[in-house]
């Protein structure tokens, strides 16, 4: 079903698949369908439960206690020792003594899932998601963890999920790339988050805008000349494609000719296609509000989900949504109340959005960070880093709704039952996706490499 | 290539007992001793049924896990998670912890023995493990990898020179790498093609040789020369290989291979300040043509080689960046990891930059194709371990590694480094007393903003005196305040609490009732008090909104009449209230009394306001020092990223499964025993070995060190290497096209010095290297991937020679370069909602010394596949992607050197047709065609046409400027440029 391509093969057939064509009339659907491009759309190992992901990262990790996964013993023993050990690498500040959550819970929908206060949007939405309380990850720090959960792997370079997927199922529309990051955060690995690293590179993310820049700017590198209208600008592309027409034909056949040339008839309609989509001005007034756009704390988030929508409605396989670093409260906790106020009505507004749209059942949603955050208390009012139990949750995509799988101790700090770790989360998301993640491989310095290296179970008890 | 992992567990399949190997126990005679017979009792038994089929002599695919049970002295010795049974000590006892199942191993692999023949295995190991099974002959570590059969694979194969083969044609060759490549060509009865004609050829060396275009003027030269082409061709070969574009050329391609960047990238992209002395001595020793092998020893151990000058020193000193520059991750928290992770890292990239060898794989177990076993990777990791790598801190967290850094300039720069050093510590420490003064000053400052009851004018009854009713809440979130604290009452249980404050007054008389709170925004508008006095009762509404008149602090709400004693009160409660209700003190002032005392000083005691002074006196004095300090602070010397021995020098012990907290047997210090020809060289104790490992690597006996870079030279000017996988010189990887020839040129650039200029020299020198790329259908058919060299292969430019070339079509590149390029940045490079400045659009010198920040390259760069940084790269990936074409058609840089360029052709002459014909001459090394010229011209004139028809807003004012800015974009664009024929 993966022919094995070298290499070499792969990176021809990506400017050879296409074959030179006409300026006008290109037959790019024909092109598209050709199953020798490596971006044309394929069908998985299994028939799939979602057709495309939507990732909404909360970088710096939120606290699983002070969210979803509700502990009422550590109101009970607040300022009580914790019993047991704390994990590994626990930083000096991190002391054993056990805090409770500021924020009130209370229980939510038919299934009855408790929720902290922080919210109240998500919490109506409650009976469509489905709760992973028992994650665990490897790394105790940021850039080790951020890299984990974006690629499987701490320290190498290696191909992030999105570019996994892209290469496994290719892409549904052919003016846009495959993987698109909305907002992706600099730091922690950065580009390696969304990066291809030993794949060809037509499966690596694309970003729109960065971390840092507003949301309401943000779009594609390059994709606009700011100095020439299109129609002018097509103009000098039909030079530009005679001078490569005459190169081509003074020195014979090169089949890397014909791919710069069709690249370049790519990249025209790109021009048009990629704005089209970033563009919220044809949404309506009810729709903008809906997700919080123009309104101050969740105008840049509202408007990053929005566009997810758009880009999942266009047929693009893989999209993240990045809330950059803001949730890594050492002290200070009282600040998940923000962070929890600019994202819970965007994301609220976009699982109503997919629903009413249809979308959300063959569009897998995934929300969380790269860990959570300990029980105990660092300083006086702050939580360390946990990677040893957190949770995070799917809507959407085949899963079953209003399902918690998946539980931490009784004080929330360490996965007992139905662990999760994240290779287990990244094969089951691939499995969702119609991909068996051990025989999705490829060949690299003599090795068959996978996303999830030599581990991963895949959790077919949250299928629905 | 990691695989820390149960994956490749091996101490698997062990249940399935095979019958004929187990052999009845003999019977325990009296003469037997106790635990001889114990253990012919209970444990044999069970050692042959549960564990010979996997781990004895017998063992089909040889003992897993490098361990054998089936002799005493095998057990002792162990496999790869070291000794299994240590006499007399059960817990330390390998075996013991597997058979219980801990969380690394489980023994028997498909279930847990009885816990009472576990229980047997405990009493038998306290016993000291007798054990009759004396082995007949000594027990070697098994690895099952046979070091002597893998020598046999040619890579290993030491290099020998081949005589030239005789070729039919005897006229074409030039030199005998000629010889060797026509000798192949014919044995297929294939025809090289014609050479290229001189445009293309010098386009092509200059591509080489410079990374860039040649100009007008040395194409119309060349073409011009009279001489023959031998002789022409040496001309402009020599005039290339001494100029200093040479380096810059040729040290980028080392730079890939040596993972070169300005920052970490990892997890915390901190700046590598320094790195780009180290950039600048790999382009220097490419120009001063340093033989190979000392470049690589230099390296590898340059701190530690002889040198004549403290010149010298700094050079080698600064060589030895190559084993520091790489990604690190610095913040992990398991430390054993993290230097694990660092010196895997420098084995990986020792392995393919010298070796072509992938030795990340063989951290976890024995190489899977290659004859690399895992002792051969701890043997290199006690080198590296030995030597230093990281140190200090930074960003002022001790969880954040730093590098080595030493400083330039021989004793006296350390002398240097320690009188900063000196400066750095009297700072810290003066800055540490500056917080803690200034700590103090708030402290007290903090003080006084407690209001001491004591010291109030009046009587004053703070809430601790007071009669509270229901759930008051302590705090001290908003000050000043009355006493210790105050208390609240948490919006809850509203009209059902209540605060009465009683003074102990000493006469009648009218007194003044002062109420303490701080006013807030959340706070109740409309809180009852009531007070009692001598005459009754009164009813107040007290607004927490505001603030109060006195100090901020207290609410005069009016004089009443009190008795002497207890009788009088003041009472405060919640009904009717929303906000939050204070509730901290109340003042009982005799009338008049307040008029005296200067609001500023209430509550305030005098040895307070001294302290208060002392404090303020001490923080200001502490930073008067520290300026003083700044201000005649000494200038650090010039450090540079290098390495140092480890002041502990200690052999590795084996990471099971790569794993550094289960460690296995210690490993001597060593090299790979496949490519190791003599005697492994000795590593004197006291020594990290990096001396011996540099000598090792360049050394002529090294089968694989010249043969690699011998094919990466091919591999950079003819487009493919001899081994078309330029890093993998294994197994997985290919096989010589040119077995002899490799050979040949490896033994001959050795007896050269090792010399990489000649050996550039006579390969471009040769027939072979001016093929056209031109072929023909025969040529195509019967070598379809052309390893045989009939043609020559097209190639395409690189990211920094089309980022050069475009600055050299514009007239606009600038030559001086070196030095920092980074300085500006701060401690971390990158954030993570920052680029952190590195902007390079606006810089026009040469690619080469942009600086490389991982994670976040110069957009030209990443767009064209420049290697990535964070991994060594013998060869760059060549991708073909829309991203390119939107680059080239809308990035800010390309419109605007193509602007400069139009410029450039504008004034050079006042005639289209020359304005064109300069274009293709400086874009593509050759005249227009009379169809070209017209073409263009036609472009011209349409463009302006089209502009013309634009809204005002849109289009450009010099219509004519902006059609020849958009042809020379198109230039960049195209193919032709782009491609070396």
Redesign the interface.
Known sequence: MFPQFSRRQLLQSASTGFGYMAFAGLAAEQAHAATNHPLAPKTGHHPARAKRVIFLFMHGGPSQVDTFDYKPALAKYDGGDLPGELAKGTSGGTGRKLMKSPWKFQQHGECGHWMSSLFPHVAKHVDDLCFLSGLHTDGQSHGQAVLQLHTGAQLLTRPSVGSWLVYGLGSENKNLPGFVTICPTRGHGGVLNYGNAFLPAVYQGTSVGSAGTPASSATIKNIVNTDVPPDVQRKQLDFLQSLNATHRKHIGDDHRIDGVMESFELAFRMQSAVPDVCDLAGESTETLKMYGIGEKPTDDFGRQCLMARRFAEAGVRYIQVSHSFKWDQHGNLKQHEKNALEVDQPIAALLEDLKARGLLEDTLVLWGGEFGRTPVAQGKDGRDHNPVGFTMWMAGGGVKSGLTYGETDEFGYFAVKEKMHMHDLHATILWLMGIDHERLTYRYAGRDFRLTDVFGRVATEIFA | ???T????FTLTLAFSSIPELVAAPPKPSQAVEPGIAFFEAKIRPVLVEQCYSCHSEQSKRGPKGGLRVDTREALLLGGDSGPAVVPKKVTASWLIKALHGDEVSEMPPNGKLPSAVIADFEKWVAMGAPDPRIADKPVARASGIDIAAGQTFWAYQPPRAHPAPVVTQADWPRSDVDRFILHALEAKQLQPSPDADRSTLIRRLTFDLHGLLPTPAEVAAFVADSATDDVALAKVVDRLLASPRFGERWGRHWLDVARYADSN?????LTFHEAYLYRDWVIQQFNVDTPYDRFVREQIAGDLLPARDDKQRDAQLTATGFLVIGPK?L????LEKRRA?VI?EQIDTIGRAFLGQ?L??VRCHDH??DPIPQSDYYALAGILGSTRTLDRYKLGNP?VAGWMLRPLGGEAGEKQLAVFREYEQQLKELTSQIKSAKAELTRVETATTMRQPGALVGFTVDNTQAKLIGNWKPSTYSSPFVGEGYVHDDKTDKGKKSATFTPKLPRDGEYEVLISFTAGSGRAHNVPVTIQHVNGEKQLILDQTRKPKIDGLFAPIGTFSFAAGTSGSATITTQGTTGYVIVDAVRFVPKGELANVPEAAMGVSEELQKKLAQAAKRVKALEAKQTQLKKSAPKPPQMVMASRDEDVIADAKIHVRGNPHQLGNTVPRGFLQVATADPMPTIPAGQSGRVQLAEWLGSRSNPLTAKVYVNRVWYHLFGEGLVRTVD?F????ERPTHPALLDTLAVEFMNHQWSTKQLIRKLVLSRVYRLA???DATQRSADPENRLLSHAH?R?MEAEVIRDGILQIAGNINFQGGGPVVAHMPERA??????GGVSTEKVTTRSVYLPIIR??LA?IL?VF?FA?P??STGQR???????????L????FI?QQAQVAAHRLLAASSQDAERITLLYQLAYSRQPTSD?LT?ARG?LA??QE??AS?GSD?A?KNRVA?AWA??C???F????F??I?
């Open positions: 290539m990691r695989m992992t149960a994956g490749v990238g990892k997890d915390e992209n991750v913040a992990d928290r398991d992770d895997d992938t990340g794989c899977k194709f969880i993998e294994t197994r997985q990887g790329t031109r072929s097209r395409r990158i954030t993570n909602n920052s680029d994670n976040e957009p990443e596949d990535d964070t991994t990936d060549e991708t073909t992607v829309p991203t390119q074409a939107l680059f058609m809308n990035n800010p419109i070209e073409t472009f349409e463009y089209r502009l634009v849109k450009p902006a958009a042809l974009q198109a230039v664009g195209s193919t032709e782009r491609f024929e």
